[in-house]
């Protein structure tokens, strides 16, 4: 039975979809206005982890993922949609670019690298810029139903009108208002200081705003929480089963998403909301001001494999707090290779290992615990069974992991000509029961890279 933390309930509770067999998906996607860093990785890793346990438990998982390439301010992440400037306008000011050349290509870059740490692509991967229409519709009903209003700088929604506004982050509104007035200076032409902007016009501080459309308001763009909800009920319907996102989603974004989608439809939204947490760079903070917002290019850069970050980010629980740092990366990125070079000496694949692979399944489907789960299989690895019962059963687990391990499995050493002559001196030894010589060889085949390991059928050889 699949168990999930639901971050509107604050308590993990079985799942079931709507839909026998079919589960509906929306997760937070990238803004393309500069490289993600890891902790935007992490949370595009758990997103790809609740998806494959999904489908190990025989659900079939319409995915979107929306691209954020138009309306994010800096402003949102506070609660003022009017605060800050648009991310891609700033991209494109510090690149020398216009504003769809920086999106197109942090989007092909993040197309790339995503390759790396084997996510799997989305159903739909969709553009906040080609669902504009949808976001116009969206806003015209909140109007038509008196949810929103229109001003000399834009359309907002009326935070006073939704009663249960902030329900998501436990805030009540009058909560919202006092962060609101501390944090931000407050706009004028807006109810409340707490209200979110569904559409900003190209006039005043907007007036030279790059991206802009036709909207019965006049020209402008969408803000930011109105595409998720747009493109959701589009691809997904008036209530998907699962909605994801980082934890610095809750307070502001997510919140918002509930009152404009529930507002509009009268429906629930999203039964289950699921969030992945921090993480901390050296135990602190991480921010591009602080130096430490590496990106998947810096792991790249420092020569590490991109599977040893999905390695390291396997070792904790999504909701709990990791810290990176470079050398719990070089630890994740050695218990990595040993793994690949244990897996290289099986035969091929034959049964499951039923009471390794159950043990493995009731980790991932305790709330995705895959810290747990790692350790279950490390257990089998080191466990007397068959090798081609663990080779079958590592690759199940692998379809949760996203190690690309089924590559591994019986995967041949280049051996270097000097090796393979110590190695049949080695053999030539033993069979003359010269033990005293056969240790001296092993060890010299160990100071030059590799190890000898004696089995039932022979000597086999694994690189250190």
């Known amino acids: 039975m699949l168990r999930l933390f639901n971050s509107l309930t604050k308590k993990v509770q079985s799942f079931q979809s709507l839909k026998p067999g079919v589960v509906s998906l929306y997760t937070c996607g990238p803004t393309v206005y500069d490289y993600p860093h890891i902790g935007n990785w992490r949370t595009f890793v758990f997103d790809d982890i609740l998806r494959r346990t999904l489908e190990a438990a025989d659900y079939k998982v319409v995915q979107v993922m929306n691209v954020t390439d138009v309306g994010h301010l800096t402003g949102d992440n506070v609660g003022n949609a009017d605060l800050g400037e648009d991310r891609l306008e700033r991209g494109a000011k510090r690149e020398g670019k216009t504003v769809w050349e920086v999106a197109q290509f942090y989007l092909d870059d993040f197309l790339q690298t995503r390759g790396l740490l084997n996510i799997l692509p989305p159903t739909y991967f969709v553009r906040a810029t080609d669902n504009i229409k949808e976001q116009i519709s969206l806003a015209e009903t909140l109007i038509k139903k008196g949810l929103a209003y229109e001003t000399s700088s834009g359309v907002f929604f009326d935070v006073s009108k939704f009663s249960e506004y902030g329900k998501l982050g436990g805030q009540k509104l009058t909560d919202k208002r006092v962060a609101a007035r501390e944090e931000v200076e407050e706009d004028i032409s807006k109810k409340n200081p707490a209200d979110f902007a569904l559409w900003l016009k190209t006039v005043g501080k907007w007036k030279d705003h790059q991206m802009r459309w036709l909207s019965p308001w006049g020209e402008g763009f969408p803000g930011w929480h109105i595409e998720c909800s747009a493109m959701a009920l589009k691809y997904l319907g008036q209530t998907i089963d699962i909605h994801t996102g980082g934890v610095d989603h809750i307070a502001i974004h997510h919140t918002n998403e509930i009152a404009q989608s529930e507002g509009a439809t009268g429906k629930k939204f999203a039964i289950f909301w699921m969030h992945g947490e921090f993480l901390t760079v050296n135990g602190g903070r991480m921010g591009k001001s602080l130096g430490n917002a590496y990106t998947l290019h810096d792991i790249l850069d420092h020569g590490y494999d991109p599977l040893s970050l999905r390695y390291l980010y396997l070792t904790a629980h999504y909701r709990d707090k990791l810290n990176f740092t470079w050398d719990s990366l ?116 160990r100071k030059l890279g590799f190890e000898v390991l004696d089995t039932p059928s022979g000597q086999q050889i694994k690189k250190l």
């Open 330 to 445: 070089t630890s994740a990125e050695h218990a990595l290779n040993n793994l690949r070079k244990e897996i290289r000496l099986w035969r091929e694949p034959g049964e499951i290992d039923v009471q390794y692979w159950q043990r493995f399944l009731e980790a991932a489907n305790n709330d995705l615990n895959t810290a747990q789960a790692l350790a279950v299989m490390w257990e089998m690895i080191k466990a007397d069974i068959p090798s081609s019962s663990k080779g079958a059963t590592i690759i199940k687990m692998d379809k949760i992991l996203g190690l690309n391990l089924i590559d591994e499995i019986g995967k041949k050493i280049e051996i270097p000509d000097n090796i393979q002559i110590l190695l049949k001196k080695r053999e030539e030894a033993r069979k003359k029961k010269d033990f005293t010589s056969s240790d001296e060889l092993r060890e010299e085949i």
